[in-house]
């Protein structure tokens, strides 16, 4: 295999649609803190109803003590779930904003790996055999090395996706 650029046109827009599908980037709708969510909301409002009964009529203050114990036990919990959900965003944040900044960009296949190449200057070269993983989605093709790489079927050209994915089918174990 002779060696084949593939220029690449990296948007902001074609990254937030890979990272941000399945509302991973929504702290209440996230699959990781969906539940703990509602589990906080049900107890909130459970300590709502006893305080309020206990106000009302007084007695006895046990089950509102345990309520405030489980809602500050749960809203803990839920918090830091929250706290990595907002620090993944923030880090993801940074990257997207990085690549809105006007480069060249291109990645250089070859029969024994691939470079990635910024302002025509090899970034990163990395060997097949080195490559940990790859995953070959319908809008996007990631591979895992000793950096992790993400490429947008939207940031090539008609064509060039298909011979990334050939090229990764080919030589990925």
């Known amino acids: 295999m002779t060696p084949v650029i593939l220029p690449l046109h990296f948007r902001k827009a074609d990254f937030e649609a890979i990272y941000y599908k399945d509302n991973y980037h929504l702290i ?3 699959p990781n803190t969906r539940n703990q969510a509602l589990l906080a ?3 909130g409002i459970a300590w709502l109803a006893v305080g309020a009964r206990l106000l009302i009529s007084g007695g006895n203050q046990t089950i509102f003590v345990v309520i405030s114990i489980l809602l500050a036990i749960t ?3 839920l918090k830091k779930r929250t706290d990595s959900i907002k620090r993944w965003k923030k880090e993801i944040g940074i990257f997207l904003e990085n690549l809105e900044k006007p480069t060249n ?3 250089v296949l070859s029969e024994e790996g691939f470079t990635f190449e910024e ?3 090899a970034d990163k070269i990395e060997r097949w055999e080195e490559v940990l993983q790859a995953d070959i989605e319908d809008d996007y093709i990631s591979i895992s090395a000793s950096v992790d ?3 947008p079927k939207h940031s090539m050209a008609p064509g060039d996706f298909e011979q990334l994915a050939a090229a990764v089918s080919r030589y990925v174990p």
Do not use: H, Q
């Open 105 to 107: 960009r291109a990645l």
């Open 149 to 151: 790489y993400l490429f």
């Open 119 to 121: 302002d025509n200057e």
């Open 75 to 77: 809203a803990a919990r």
């Open 41 to 43: 909301i049900v107890v």
């Open 28 to 30: 209440f709708k996230n």
